[in-house]
């Protein structure tokens, strides 16, 4: 199985800045896509970012020109840049990767989530 390991959330005042990781391990041929997701209590998960193979990146309106999606396709790893944070941005984060294993059949994974809360 493609497994994911998130790291990086945590408590932050309102303006601060915070960097969440995630690394995909396991029998990979490719990745796809690599996408960030938050969910809030009593809310529907929401697409934060996603970053696709060529690069090409989409955003939530809510998070647009504060936050940036990258990714290092060497080590397998999603980054998400959130700066200027507001209250409305606490919620538990999950990274999404897809693409194709090494026996040539699709994968979709998703990670254990991280905490970000932000304090006002």
């Known amino acids: 199985q493609v497994q994911l390991v998130e790291s990086g959330g945590g408590l932050v005042q309102v303006g601060g800045s915070l960097r969440l990781s995630c690394r995909a391990s396991g029998s990979i041929f490719s990745i796809n896509t690599m996408g960030w997701y938050r969910q809030a209590p009593g809310k529907q998960r929401e697409l934060v970012a996603v970053?696709?193979?060529?690069?090409?990146?989409n955003y939530a309106e809510s998070v647009k020109g504060r936050f940036t999606i990258s990714r290092d396709n060497a080590k397998n790893t999603v980054y998400l840049q959130m700066n200027s944070l507001k209250p409305e941005d606490t919620a538990v984060y999950y990274c999404?990767?897809?693409?194709?294993?090494?026996?040539?059949?699709?994968?979709?994974?998703w990670g254990q989530g991280t905490q970000v809360t932000v304090s006002s």
């Open positions: 970053i696709m193979s060529g690069g090409d990146t």
């Open positions: 999404n990767v897809n693409g194709i294993r090494s026996v040539f059949r699709h994968f979709d994974s």
